[in-house]
């Protein structure tokens, strides 16, 4: 069965902390996403990757084909990075759908 | 804000009962995706729409039923309620150009604030 593995679920973190979330799965992918879903629901994409590492602001994610890993890490965090962040993969090699699978999600806090 | 909107945003209703989501994508974008995040199961994929043609179908239940009209929006309807159908439902759209019909590029997706569905 094709899924995927979020660790930790819970994180509690001090502001200024460096963050590291991970997103393992089990088969080939050709893409993987990070979401950030806030306590009002809304989920915004933070990240999609199929390979290295991409860099957004204080985010950063990064990918490992090879060990089908990929980590999702929030430098000098701060209370408004508080959310749930969610891994979801699009299994197989392509063709014309777009099925995601998604993670349980890990529930970050950011204390001040 | 996304640029993908739904309607309503909030929704109760009786089992039993019929009802209908609506999803209007971003301007220029071509898939629309339907997705339930419900408490015990999480966020699940139900099903895909490019272009106004069903290309990939997920945990979508008999009862539910989707399509994509011409102007690219979609709606969802859910059909028989029941209990366990109450869920936060969102809709997500990209572009996804191809080199041809068979082919989707690999696309960031944006998504819209969500239904909140109540079934009493």
């Known amino acids: 069965k094709n899924e995927v593995e979020q660790s930790p679920q819970n994180l509690t973190a001090q502001e200024g902390e460096f963050i590291t979330i991970n997103c393992s799965y089990s088969?080939?992918?050709?893409?993987l996403h990070w979401l950030q879903q806030h306590p009002g629901g809304g989920i915004v994409s933070l990240f999609m990757?199929?390979?290295g590492k991409k860099k957004h602001g204080r985010l950063i994610a990064t990918i490992n084909i090879q060990e089908k890993h990929s980590s999702l890490h929030i430098t000098a965090s701060h209370p408004r990075d508080s959310a749930v962040y969610i891994c979801?993969?699009?299994?197989?090699?392509?063709?014309?759908?777009?099925?995601?699978?998604f993670g349980k999600g890990t529930l970050l806090t950011v204390n001040p | 804000d996304s640029g993908v909107t739904q309607t309503p945003k909030h929704l109760i209703t009786a089992t039993g009962q019929r009802v209908t989501l609506r999803c209007s994508p971003r301007?220029?974008?071509?898939?629309v995706y339907w997705y339930q995040q419900s408490l015990d199961q999480g966020l699940q994929f139900l099903i895909q729409?490019?272009?106004?043609?069903?290309?990939a179908k997920g945990n979508i239940l008999e009862r539910f039923s989707a399509q994509q009209f011409p102007d690219l929006h979609s709606e969802l309807n859910l059909s028989s309620l029941e209990l366990g159908d109450s869920a936060l439902y969102f809709c997500?759209?990209?572009?996804?150009?191809?080199?041809?019909?068979?082919?989707?590029?690999?696309?960031?997706?944006?998504f819209g604030p969500g239904t909140r569905l109540t079934v009493l």
């Open positions: 997500a759209s990209s572009v996804n150009l191809g080199p041809n019909r068979d082919m989707i590029t690999v696309n960031e997706q944006f």
């Open positions: 088969v080939g992918i050709s893409a």
């Open positions: 990757l199929s390979s």
């Open positions: 979801a993969v699009r299994y197989g090699s392509g063709g014309s759908n777009y099925k995601l699978t």
């Open positions: 301007s220029g974008d071509l898939s």
């Open positions: 729409y490019y272009n106004g043609e069903e290309r």
